[in-house]
């Protein structure tokens, strides 16, 4: 935890029950302010994939075209696949089609969920 949440926590911890409540509550709203305010997720535009890519530079490709996906919630597929080429030899073409299918899937996964 950062500073801020530090001082946040001490000053939460302060305050009587219904303070918390309200300061909770207060919290929720502004989160919620913000998430309003935050310019809606565009759509991806998904370009040609080049010749001769590389498994990384079509990761690169793939989070310029999904910029409003978590790469944390990614992560663990896209090491598989990085370890299944660089490892175990399968063919970057492969690995490339099966990232493009993973990254519509959680573009597709996160509109769903609103």
């Known amino acids: 935890m950062n500073g801020e949440g530090e001082k ?8 009587a029950p219904g303070q918390r409540q309200v300061l909770l509550e207060f919290a929720e709203f502004l989160a919620q302010r913000a998430q309003a305010a935050m310019p809606q997720a565009a759509v991806p535009v998904p370009g040609p994939r080049p010749v001769n890519e590389t498994v990384v530079k079509a990761i690169q ?16 597929e896209t ?10 030899g ?25």
């Open 8 to 15: 946040l926590l001490r000053l939460f911890e302060r305050l």
């Open 90 to 114: 399968r063919a970057a073409e492969e690995v490339i089609t099966e990232l493009e299918f993973i990254f519509a899937q959680h573009y597709e996964k996160s509109n769903a969920e609103g």
């Open 79 to 88: 090491s598989r696949c990085v370890e299944q080429h660089v490892v175990h």
């Open 61 to 76: 490709r793939l989070t310029r075209t999904y910029p409003m996906l978590d790469r944390r919630k990614l992560l663990v």
